[in-house]
């Protein structure tokens, strides 16, 4: 069995901050958010097929105009980066600190193009997104999205593949969701608009979903219990081990569907929280 540590240390570096701030920021926003939490009996089954399939038509049309979606795409990511960061600095600022510290994130986002300032750009925007949606969650309700799209990660990545099409789209765009991880060190200050040409070769790519959705999950505990979302986040932290075990074992190298072991052990987190 291979075990990259020094692969998997960097994966740790990016993920573990990220998962913290989302829990920490939706704890600080439970206030708010208890009025607005969508209960299972809300959720229904059309809501889950509308998504996939506006989440399909988006990615044939960024496949197939792609000058057009290279720029929406870039647009939505500084939109994601710009509004995540605000919720996270808004968790623990006044405003209009947290405005401030937005822009002055979102700027260095979109001046500075290396790895790190893109990495740390997701870290805020996709904990930000991912917290603020699990506020208006059930954990139950949370459960069931990560089974769904669980499931169509796997059909998305192995069968249709074109999941795998859209993420070589948005790497030709240059936007990028999610985090870019260097197999050595001093790459972190690689360009980023470079590094592109070289995932595989130095780089590798763990997609926003991969990592938000299990903050998605987490935050919604953090709605009840804040030891209990912690507990979750630790699981997740176990599925992002056995991802990389996953993925440096392949015998043949390429794209895998990662969310679900992450989304397994994030749902057996959750069910050892409430035996603690």
Known sequence: MILKLNLFWKEILLFSPTLL????????????????????ES???????????LFLVLSLFFTKFKKISSVLLKLFLILVVFSGSQII??????????????????????????????????????????SLLGLNLIPATAIILLVIL?????????????????????????????????????????????AKQKIGEKFMILGSGDIGLPIVMASSVAVISISQALTVGLFSLLGLFLTHLIFVNQTAKGPMAALPPIATLTIIGYLVSQLL
């Open 21 to 40: 701030l989302g829990i920490l920021a939706a704890y600080n926003h439970v206030p708010l958010a208890k009025e607005n939490i969508v209960a299972l």
């Open 43 to 53: 959720f229904s089954w059309s809501d889950v097929v509308i998504f996939l399939i």
């Open 89 to 130: 600095f808004g968790s623990f600022l006044n405003t209009p600190w947290d405005l401030f510290g937005a822009i002055f994130l979102a700027s260095f986002f979109v001046l500075l193009k290396n790895v790190f300032i893109h990495d740390l750009g997701m870290v805020f925007g996709i904990a930000g997104a991912a």
């Open 150 to 194: 669980s499931f169509y990660d796997i059909v998305a990545v192995y069968w249709t593949k074109h999941m795998v099409t859209l993420a070589r789209g948005m790497m030709e765009s240059g936007a990028i969701f999610g985090f870019i991880i260097p197999f050595e060190f001093k790459d972190f200050f690689h360009h980023s608009g470079e």
